[in-house]
């Protein structure tokens, strides 16, 4: 079964990092664009940052500048480098992917289960 799995997630002062890790397995054809969301209570689930299968990245305009998102291909796995935390990145983060799986061939929309943030001030 096609699932992603996030690790990674604690507890940080502001001003310090995390990186994130979500790791793809499953019957997967190809695995496109890939993303991290986060959900803050109370809040809608919200998009962080996307990058394709070539590696072109987009950032929400909170994080610009202090989040980087990476990717490979070879070992389906993604990453989000976090700095510059501040409190307000507190969420639940998610992993997400749009993947094209076999037997047969289909899209597939898949989520991980998240991983908690928590940034203290």
């Known amino acids: 079964q096609e699932k992603l799995v996030e690790s990674g997630g604690g507890l940080v002062q502001a001003g310090g990092s995390l990186r994130l890790s979500c790791v793809a397995s499953?019957?997967?054809?190809?695995?496109?664009?890939m993303a991290w969301y986060r959900q803050a209570s109370g809040k809608q689930r919200e998009l962080v940052a996307t990058?394709?299968?070539?590696?072109?990245?987009n950032y929400a305009d909170s994080v610009k500048g202090r989040f980087t998102i990476s990717r490979d291909n070879a070992k389906n796995t993604m990453t989000l480098q976090m700095n510059s935390l501040k409190p307000e990145d507190t969420a639940v983060y998610y992993c997400?992917?749009?993947?094209?799986?076999?037997?047969?061939?289909?899209?597939?929309?898949?989520w991980g289960q998240g991983t908690l943030v928590t940034v203290s001030s």
């Open positions: 997400n992917a749009a993947v094209i799986v076999t037997g047969p061939i289909r899209p597939l929309e898949i």
């Open positions: 990058i394709t299968r070539g590696g072109n990245t």
């Open positions: 499953g019957r997967f054809f190809m695995i496109n664009t």
